[in-house]
């Protein structure tokens, strides 16, 4: 099992970015996934989680501007960034609780999984 994580890039201040992470592989169901940012000096922050029921929680910096959503077809969730600022400017990672069926034993097993990150930069 892989998660990929897609989409950023640089934008001007109060633009808008789409960020991907796709699991792959032997993946049976995509449980909880959470976006995090880590910017340079600081320490990792939980941004945005969504549950396998959809439900959905955000830091206080982005309500309103982010939105995350899942596609369970394609074992994919997306974060959508909209009015970004500089101070959203950092690495952003997905973390994913995958539940996938272990090829040697036939058997389900669940294991947390992060992505490998995706660079969001946003110019002033």
């Known amino acids: 099992v892989q998660l990929q994580a897609s989409g950023g890039g640089l934008v001007q201040s109060r633009g808008s970015l789409r960020l991907s992470c796709a699991a792959t592989?032997?993946?049976?169901?995509?449980?909880?996934v959470a976006w995090y940012r880590q910017a340079p000096g600081k320490q990792r922050e939980l941004v945005a989680r969504?549950?396998?029921?959809?439900?959905?929680t955000y830091i206080d910096s982005v309500k309103g501007r982010f939105t995350i959503s899942r596609d369970n077809a394609r074992n994919t969730v997306y974060l959508q960034m909209n009015s970004l600022k500089p101070d959203d400017t950092a690495v952003y990672y997905c973390?994913?609780?995958?539940?996938?069926?272990?090829?040697?034993?036939?058997?389900?097993?669940?294991?947390?999984?992060w992505g490998q990150g995706t660079q969001v930069t946003v110019s002033s």
């Open positions: 969504i549950g396998n029921t959809g439900t959905t």
């Open positions: 592989g032997s993946v049976f169901s995509m449980n909880a």
């Open positions: 973390n994913a609780e995958i539940e996938s069926i272990v090829p040697r034993t036939g058997k389900p097993e669940r294991k947390f999984y």
